[in-house]
């Protein structure tokens, strides 16, 4: 019970950071929070571009293909960028009173969920555009909630280390370019490229394959890998609660 | 508004139950060394560095009994925030012993929680959320809390147009009404006492802070508001480059300290 009430106020602390930090980010803008819809899909319009003036993509139905990978990897790169800074960001509310300090990374991550929500229907409305959008759609928050695990753990991982080494917040910033450009976002792999082969280790991969398979090809994903995910997403966020909370009380004296 | 005695005016059976707060033998060290100069102590770790460390608390003891209100007093770097983020839970221990009971409320200023670019009432639902207030206690208790700051009129205003005065009103207000919400079982405060605002708020607040010392918690405030310390403790432990150098009566402790440093 008692755990509940806390779980419940941890969440509760979590929505309402996010939910500031979601209406200020466009703050004083004149299309305010129509910046989450709009970035997306100039980029998704300028790959889209590239793909078909400069090199033809066989990719089918690649319109959806490009968008679902895109948004996938930004709500990844977004919670987690969010969450190497949040415990930095929010230094004056942690040092001045007792709060649930979990709610801290947790709200970086659902800020992003938001934000994914408003490129979700710019997806489906791209998608009907092309003629490319399947039933299976239905199914994308049993994929999405896995992953809201995984990056909920990374979140937390992130935000622990982030902490301690001021540094991260720059090296993280090149690592997710990094990891941006190397997940098949807008290109496909085949067995024989070494983008492969280093894609086989990157959970990004899996998730957005699975969520491609599922709903722009209407192909249910493999049983054993999925299942490989959500154990793989568990254990990312048990990690990432065990760093957490046996690091929380020192947190104070680095921030 | 009530008197020092009536304040002080408490069960005495109260004060032979076991302590809420009951830490032994303190003591914390912190690293001053940062960033590069951590990366060499880590490159080579058997280097004793002994300049980079500041004795923070040395074997501090310290208890509080449900009801009783203990002050803190020392002058700046003396270790009292410390001691007090030590048992909040911000900081942790090098050495020593820390047993509570109840729930635990660390308090340091009052502009946490405040955004300049959201409305006044949104800041004050943040306030509420920050103290664990549910969403619908929250929006019960806004008339109250804007009423009480004086800002009905400014509810839907961003709070980067208030004044200061009217800024300290929101947070200080939006902090106390939410903490007699939460009724912690120990209330840690370090130098929140001095409220700001204008002479009828601070009466006001004033109110309020006796209406918490009154109700029951065992509180262990910092300050060096040492009229408020004398009027509102039953004790005072004297902190001094991290230890006790005089505890006891707030008059005779306090009064020792002005002597000392005075």
Known sequence: MRH????????????????????????????????????????????????TNVGASSIPEYPAYLLLGLIMV??????????????????????????????VPLSAVIQFIFSHAFELVLFIIVALLFHDLSWHIIWYPVIFSVYVVFVSGSAFILATLGVFIEDLFNIWAVASRLLWL????????????????????????YFITYGRDLVVYGVVPDPAGMVTLVFGSIATLAVGVILFSKNKRKFGEFL | ??????????????????????????????????????????????????SNLLQALDGVDVSVRPGEVVGLIGKNGSG??????????????????????????????????????????????????????RRKEIKEKIPEIAAFAGLEDFLDVEAFKLSSGMTTRLNVSSTFFCMEHVKPDILLLDEVLSTGGDIEF???????????????????????????????????????????????PARETIAAYIKAYG
């Not at chain 1, 067995?191 to 280093?198: C, E, Q």
């Not at chain 2, 405030?221 to 005072?236: G, Y």
């Open chain 1, 4 to 51: 509940s009430t806390a779980l419940g106020r941890t969440m509760r602390l979590a929505f309402a950071l996010a939910e500031a930090r979601f209406w200020l980010r466009n703050a004083g803008s004149y299309i305010g929070i129509f910046w989450y819809v709009l970035e997306p899909l100039v980029f998704f319009l300028i790959l889209i571009f590239l793909q």
């Open chain 1, 74 to 103: 930004n709500f990844f790169i977004g919670a987690t960028t969010g969450a190497v800074r949040s415990m930095r960001d929010n230094n004056g509310l942690i040092q001045s009173v007792t709060v649930d300090t979990e709610a």
């Open chain 1, 182 to 205: 190397g997940t098949p976002i807008f290109y496909s792999l085949s067995p024989g490229n070494p983008l492969y082969v280093l894609n086989r280790f990157n959970p990004l991969y």
């Open chain 2, 1 to 50: 508004m009530n008197t020092e005695s009536n304040v002080k005016q408490r069960e005495s059976s109260e004060h032979v139950t076991a302590p809420r707060i009951d830490a032994s033998a303190v003591s914390k060290r912190f690293r001053l060394a940062r960033g590069a100069r951590v990366l060499l102590h880590l490159l080579r770790p058997n280097r004793p560095n002994k």
């Open chain 2, 80 to 133: 009292k925030s410390t001691l007090l983020k030590i048992i909040g839970g911000l900081y942790e221990k090098d050495r020593g012993d820390i047993r509570l009971s109840g729930r635990v409320l660390y308090l340091s200023g009052f502009s946490y929680g405040t955004n300049p670019y959201l409305t006044v009432r949104a800041n004050m639902s943040l306030i509420g959320t920050v103290f664990g207030l």
């Open chain 2, 202 to 248: 601070q009466g006001k607040t004033m109110k309020k802070v006796e209406n918490l010392v009154r109700g029951g918690a065992s509180i262990l405030v910092a300050s060096h508001d040492l009229q408020f310390i004398e009027r509102f403790c039953h004790r005072v432990i004297w902190l001094d480059r991290g230890r006790v150098v005089g505890s006891g």
